[in-house]
């Protein structure tokens, strides 16, 4: 996500105004309700409500996202995603100390690591987001504040969902959590021009980013469940998955000849490797993929790749 306007929204009804010429990717009112806290790119702010006095707090070392101060409770914390590679991390900025990792021994182990943080309402309680491809589960902590220094008990989980969520919102009663959640649903369609409308194509195939081949005999698309490239014949047959499951993958783009595939694909943090299987039942193997460039996009590393789709000759 790119930098944009602030606004500030009167929640008592009011006309919302754009605090200056300000641009960020998140922000949230300090603890004292006068200074307005706002992060751009990788770089932490402080600012008066009307657009003056900008000072710079701290600069981490990937995009930061999901900003919040904790309760009145708690000293003045501010918490926040930070994304580097690809893998969202939580990390903290206190009064007197460098921003620094929330967790330095643990992690979820999931690829995609761990954001959307919010404490409840009286601040013993941190929740955040931990996803698993398109689901996702909800972790807590408990804080313990001494003379000197926090310190956190493990993580526990506490909810998950075969639903993807974003943002937690606690309730001010602290006993429960409010998630927009949603698990999207999609089919192939094809134009019928006999019928003049759109049929389905490709029964249960959970597709995105289809293309097919010159030849006329191949289609290939995007798994939406796993982020997979398939290929199968026109008629659904002959269905083969071309990547494997820890690569997400998509926009496949056939060769003029039909016998390989352009894709774009990334892992968390690392360059893309394709892999193939032989159609015959032949196990996985890497694939003699030509590496056509990289560059970090939003914070993941992009591979450009090339790699065969076709084993048989003959076919």
Not at 30 to 35: F, Q, T, Y
Not at 176 to 184: D, L, N, S, Y
Request: net charge positive; hydrophobic share 40%.
């Amino acid at each position: 996500m790119e930098d944009r306007p602030i606004w500030v929204v009167p929640t008592a009804g009011g006309t919302a105004h754009q605090l200056g010429s300000v641009v960020g990717r998140a922000a949230t009112w300090a603890r004292d309700r006068k200074h307005i806290v706002l992060a751009t790119q990788s770089t932490l702010y402080e600012i008066d409500p009307d657009a003056t006095g900008q000072r710079k707090l701290a600069e981490v070392p990937g995009l930061i996202s999901d900003l919040h101060v904790s309760p009145p409770k708690l000293p003045e914390i501010f918490r926040f995603t930070v994304s580097i590679g690809g893998r969202n991390q939580l990390w903290e900025l206190a009064a007197g100390s460098a921003p620094h990792r929330l967790f330095h021994d643990w992690a979820s182990g999931e690829p995609w690591g761990e954001d959307s943080g919010a404490w409840l309402p009286f601040g013993k309680h941190y929740l955040f987001r931990v996803l698993r491809g398109q689901t996702a589960a909800i972790w807590a902590i408990a804080e313990r504040h001494g003379l000197f220094r926090q310190s956190y008990r493990t993580p526990a989980q506490i909810y998950s969902s075969p639903m993807e969520f974003g943002s937690l919102a606690p309730n001010p009663d602290g006993k429960r959590v409010f998630i927009a959640a949603g698990q999207e649903r999609r089919e192939l369609m094809r134009w019928d021009a006999g019928r003049g409308q759109f049929v389905p194509f490709l029964a249960g195939a959970a597709g995105r980013w289809i293309a097919a081949s010159p030849d006329g005999k191949w289609i290939a698309y995007t798994s939406f469940l796993d982020g997979a490239i398939w290929r199968c014949r026109l008629d659904g047959s002959e269905r083969l998955q071309l990547t494997p499951p820890a690569l997400s993958a998509g926009v496949p783009s056939w060769s003029p000849d039909s016998s390989s595939l352009a894709l774009v694909g990334y892992k968390p943090g690392e360059l893309a490797n394709l892999f193939n299987r032989a159609r015959r039942g032949r196990e996985y193997g890497q694939d003699r993929a030509r590496q056509l460039g990289s560059k970090l996009v939003a914070g993941r590393k992009i591979s450009l790749v090339r790699a065969s789709c076709l084993q048989d000759a003959n076919r």
